[in-house]
T-cell receptor, first 114, second 116 residues
Framework: AQTVTQSQPEMSVQEAETVTLSCTYD???????LFWYKQPPSRQMILVIR??????QNATENRFSVNFQKAAKSFSLKISDSQLGDAAMYFC???????????FGEGTQLTVNP | GAVVSQHPSWVICKSGTSVKIECRSL??????MFWYRQFPKQSLMLMAT?????????EQGVEKDKFLINHASLTLSTLTVTSAHPEDSSFYIC????????????FGPGTRLTVL
């Protein structure tokens, strides 16, 4: 079974600074997807970024980018120019290609300080 | 695009009663929907995978007779918590996978269930 580990239960960053959230996973598959989801206090899960394992190029979405290291099974999220609205719980998730089941990490609570 | 709704957003019921939660994909079709449970300050735990027109696939440890799932159309899946007890109180979240497959799940806003 796949496992996803987020070793940072809490992180904080100053507004306008950069922060990196860590995620590692374990799988025997070669083809899969990785995701970062954001869950603000409203508890609505919001897709932040998506990465296909077969793509070597790291995904980027505006201020959000990932560092995908397939061999190391690492998938970190970098948030640049942090904004107050970025404060939320961030979940790393592993997605199977067959059946699309998601396995989530424990989450990292991000605080953005003004 | 890719909006998923849930109804109700919160519900309070008495122990022993049944509660139905609806999950709808508003602007896309979804052959597959997923139901998760989330306890306070914890991660999402997958309960079951719902496929349109067929029986749901339940995760290990999830009682299929207690959590009834129906996926009758390409835009609607329902979760019925039967004979609810206080330990069933939780936050239930659904997600839907867009057709054609994008291997990306879009989540509903969740339903908070409190069983008295």
């Amino acid at each position: 079974a796949q496992t996803v580990t987020q070793s940072q239960p809490e992180m904080s960053v100053q507004e306008a600074e950069t922060v990196t959230l860590s995620c590692t996973y374990d799988t025997s598959e070669s083809d899969y997807y990785l995701f970062w989801y954001k869950q603000p206090p409203s508890r609505q899960m919001i897709l932040v970024i998506r990465q296909e394992a077969y793509k070597q190029q790291n995904a980027t979405e505006n201020r959000f980018s990932v560092n995908f290291q397939k061999a190391a099974k690492s998938f970190s999220l970098k948030i640049s120019d942090s904004q107050l609205g970025d404060a939320a719980m961030y979940f790393c998730a592993y997605g199977e290609t067959s059946g699309s089941r998601l396995t989530f990490g424990e989450g990292t609570q991000l605080t953005v300080n003004p | 695009g890719a909006v998923v709704s849930q109804h109700p957003s919160w519900v309070i019921c008495k122990s022993g009663t049944s509660v139905k939660i609806e999950c709808r994909s508003l602007d896309f079709q979804a052959t597959t929907m997923f139901w998760y449970r989330q306890f306070p300050k914890q991660s999402l735990m997958l309960m079951a995978t719902s496929n349109e027109g067929s029986k749901a696939t339940y995760e290990q440890g999830v009682e299929k007779d207690k959590f009834l799932i129906n996926h009758a159309s390409l835009t609607l899946s329902t979760l019925t918590v039967t004979s609810a007890h206080p330990e069933d109180s939780s936050f239930y979240i659904c997600s839907a996978e867009r057709v054609p497959f994008t291997d990306t799940q879009y989540f509903g806003p969740g339903t908070r269930l409190t069983v008295l």
